[in-house]
Protein backbone atom coordinates (compact mmCIF):
# COMPACT_ATOMS: atom_id res chain seq x y z
CA UNK A 1 0.00 0.00 0.00
CA UNK A 2 1.55 3.27 -1.17
CA UNK A 3 2.47 5.56 1.80
CA UNK A 4 0.23 8.21 1.08
CA UNK A 5 -3.01 5.83 1.15
CA UNK A 6 -1.82 4.15 4.63
CA UNK A 7 -1.92 7.74 6.15
CA UNK A 8 -5.12 8.65 4.82
CA UNK A 9 -6.49 5.45 6.21
CA UNK A 10 -4.99 5.97 9.67
CA UNK A 11 -6.56 9.42 9.85
CA UNK A 12 -9.77 7.73 8.87
CA UNK A 13 -9.95 4.98 10.89
CA UNK A 14 -11.21 7.04 14.11
CA UNK A 15 -13.62 9.01 11.91
CA UNK A 16 -14.96 6.35 10.67
CA UNK A 17 -15.29 4.66 14.30
CA UNK A 18 -16.97 7.34 15.94
CA UNK A 19 -19.49 8.02 13.02
CA UNK A 20 -20.48 3.77 13.71
CA UNK A 21 -21.92 4.58 16.36
CA UNK A 22 -24.43 7.12 15.08
CA UNK A 23 -25.05 5.57 12.12
CA UNK A 24 -27.73 3.29 14.54
CA UNK A 25 -29.31 6.95 14.50
CA UNK A 26 -29.07 8.19 11.26
CA UNK A 27 -28.31 7.71 7.64
CA UNK A 28 -27.03 10.48 5.17
CA UNK A 29 -27.69 9.26 1.65
CA UNK A 30 -25.69 10.67 -1.37
CA UNK A 31 -28.90 13.16 -2.43
CA UNK A 32 -28.37 14.47 1.89
CA UNK A 33 -31.68 13.05 2.87
CA UNK A 34 -32.00 11.72 6.31
CA UNK A 35 -33.75 8.60 7.47
CA UNK A 36 -36.23 9.50 10.48
CA UNK A 37 -34.69 9.45 13.61
CA UNK A 38 -36.47 7.42 16.56
CA UNK A 39 -37.66 8.57 19.40
CA UNK A 40 -35.67 6.06 21.25
CA UNK A 41 -32.44 6.45 20.18
CA UNK A 42 -32.50 10.12 20.89
CA UNK A 43 -33.94 10.26 23.60
CA UNK A 44 -31.09 8.46 25.54
CA UNK A 45 -29.01 11.38 24.48
CA UNK A 46 -27.62 14.19 26.76
CA UNK A 47 -30.94 16.32 27.41
CA UNK A 48 -30.48 19.73 27.01
CA UNK A 49 -33.24 21.47 27.77
CA UNK A 50 -36.94 22.29 27.36
CA UNK A 51 -39.34 25.24 26.27
CA UNK A 52 -42.91 25.88 25.86
CA UNK A 53 -43.70 28.06 22.72
CA UNK A 54 -47.48 28.71 22.89
CA UNK A 55 -48.96 30.28 19.61
CA UNK A 56 -51.65 31.44 21.29
CA UNK A 57 -49.04 34.22 22.90
CA UNK A 58 -47.33 34.63 19.85
CA UNK A 59 -50.28 35.90 17.81
CA UNK A 60 -50.98 32.62 15.99
CA UNK A 61 -47.22 33.31 13.92
CA UNK A 62 -44.63 30.79 16.86
CA UNK A 63 -42.04 28.83 14.55
CA UNK A 64 -42.67 25.68 15.48
CA UNK A 65 -45.59 26.00 18.28
CA UNK A 66 -45.42 23.47 21.18
CA UNK A 67 -42.79 21.85 23.43
CA UNK A 68 -39.54 22.04 22.56
CA UNK A 69 -37.31 18.88 24.08
CA UNK A 70 -33.29 19.58 23.14
CA UNK A 71 -30.96 16.31 22.75
CA UNK A 72 -27.40 16.13 21.59
CA UNK A 73 -25.11 13.19 21.14
CA UNK A 74 -23.21 12.82 24.34
CA UNK A 75 -19.73 12.28 21.79
CA UNK A 76 -20.13 15.71 20.54
CA UNK A 77 -21.74 17.26 24.00
CA UNK A 78 -18.73 16.33 26.03
CA UNK A 79 -16.43 17.86 22.76
CA UNK A 80 -18.18 20.63 23.11
CA UNK A 81 -17.92 20.94 26.88
CA UNK A 82 -13.59 19.79 27.29
CA UNK A 83 -12.58 21.89 23.54
CA UNK A 84 -15.17 24.73 23.35
CA UNK A 85 -16.27 23.71 19.63
CA UNK A 86 -18.72 21.57 17.97
CA UNK A 87 -17.21 18.76 16.26
CA UNK A 88 -18.17 17.40 12.63
CA UNK A 89 -20.97 14.75 12.80
CA UNK A 90 -22.67 16.73 15.90
CA UNK A 91 -26.11 15.84 16.10
CA UNK A 92 -28.72 18.18 17.56
CA UNK A 93 -32.14 17.43 18.00
CA UNK A 94 -35.16 19.15 18.76
CA UNK A 95 -38.43 17.13 19.04
CA UNK A 96 -41.61 19.59 19.01
CA UNK A 97 -44.84 17.91 21.05
CA UNK A 98 -47.69 20.12 19.69
CA UNK A 99 -49.83 21.33 21.98
CA UNK A 100 -53.43 22.40 23.17
CA UNK A 101 -54.59 24.98 25.83
CA UNK A 102 -57.58 23.65 28.39
CA UNK A 103 -58.10 23.76 31.95
CA UNK A 104 -57.48 20.49 34.14
CA UNK A 105 -57.64 19.88 37.81
CA UNK A 106 -54.64 21.90 38.52
CA UNK A 107 -55.55 24.72 36.25
CA UNK A 108 -55.21 26.23 32.92
CA UNK A 109 -52.52 24.67 31.06
CA UNK A 110 -50.50 23.65 27.60
CA UNK A 111 -51.26 19.22 27.11
CA UNK A 112 -49.59 17.58 24.35
CA UNK A 113 -51.93 16.08 21.71
CA UNK A 114 -50.13 13.67 20.09
CA UNK A 115 -48.77 15.75 17.07
CA UNK A 116 -45.10 15.79 16.73
CA UNK A 117 -42.11 17.69 14.70
CA UNK A 118 -38.85 16.44 15.04
CA UNK A 119 -36.11 18.84 13.78
CA UNK A 120 -32.29 17.42 13.27
CA UNK A 121 -29.31 19.49 12.84
CA UNK A 122 -25.89 17.86 11.53
CA UNK A 123 -22.48 19.29 11.25
CA UNK A 124 -20.52 17.84 8.47
CA UNK A 125 -18.30 20.69 6.81
CA UNK A 126 -17.84 18.33 3.67
CA UNK A 127 -21.93 17.40 3.05
CA UNK A 128 -22.89 20.98 4.23
CA UNK A 129 -21.94 24.65 2.59
CA UNK A 130 -21.26 27.22 4.95
CA UNK A 131 -20.04 26.29 8.64
CA UNK A 132 -21.13 22.99 7.80
CA UNK A 133 -24.46 22.36 9.30
CA UNK A 134 -27.47 20.75 7.43
CA UNK A 135 -31.06 21.30 8.84
CA UNK A 136 -34.09 18.47 8.37
CA UNK A 137 -37.63 18.87 9.64
CA UNK A 138 -39.78 16.28 9.98
CA UNK A 139 -43.14 17.05 10.22
CA UNK A 140 -46.20 15.40 11.90
CA UNK A 141 -47.18 13.88 8.41
CA UNK A 142 -43.61 13.03 7.80
CA UNK A 143 -43.28 10.72 11.11
CA UNK A 144 -46.27 9.16 10.64
CA UNK A 145 -45.46 7.93 7.32
CA UNK A 146 -42.55 7.14 7.50
CA UNK A 147 -40.73 9.21 4.42
CA UNK A 148 -37.20 10.50 4.74
CA UNK A 149 -36.69 14.34 4.57
CA UNK A 150 -34.05 16.52 2.22
CA UNK A 151 -31.52 18.60 3.71
CA UNK A 152 -32.61 22.60 3.68
CA UNK A 153 -29.38 23.63 3.33
CA UNK A 154 -30.38 26.55 1.91
CA UNK A 155 -33.51 27.66 3.69
CA UNK A 156 -34.38 29.82 6.10
CA UNK A 157 -33.79 27.64 8.96
CA UNK A 158 -29.75 27.88 7.96
CA UNK A 159 -30.44 31.99 7.29
CA UNK A 160 -32.04 32.05 10.75
CA UNK A 161 -29.10 29.95 12.53
CA UNK A 162 -26.75 32.57 11.07
CA UNK A 163 -28.83 35.32 12.02
CA UNK A 164 -29.58 34.66 15.93
CA UNK A 165 -27.88 32.20 16.76
CA UNK A 166 -25.04 32.37 19.78
CA UNK A 167 -22.81 29.91 18.75
CA UNK A 168 -21.77 28.22 15.80
CA UNK A 169 -25.26 28.17 14.65
CA UNK A 170 -26.47 26.54 18.20
CA UNK A 171 -29.13 28.54 19.88
CA UNK A 172 -26.87 28.14 23.33
CA UNK A 173 -28.71 31.53 24.53
CA UNK A 174 -31.78 29.45 25.16
CA UNK A 175 -30.37 26.36 26.31
CA UNK A 176 -27.92 27.24 28.76
CA UNK A 177 -26.65 23.32 29.06
CA UNK A 178 -25.78 23.62 25.56
CA UNK A 179 -23.23 26.40 26.77
CA UNK A 180 -19.89 25.29 27.91
CA UNK A 181 -19.06 25.07 31.19
CA UNK A 182 -15.88 26.41 32.59
Known amino acids: MPKKACMLLILALPLLSYQAGKS ?13 PRPEDFRTWHFSGSAVIPDDKNSNKAIFPGIHQVYIDPDSYKTHQEKGV ?6 IVMEVLHIDQRESVGGF ?5 GGQDILVAIKDRRAFKGNG ?17 KAAEDSRCTSCHQAAAEEDEVFTQYYPDLRRKK
Not at 86 to 91: E, R
Not at 135 to 149: A, N, Q, R, T, V
Request: charged share 20%; aromatic share 22%; hydrophobic share 30%.
Open 24 to 36: DFYELSPSLELTR
Open 86 to 91: FPDSTI
Open 109 to 113: GYFTN
Open 133 to 149: WGYFLFGDKEIKSGLPS
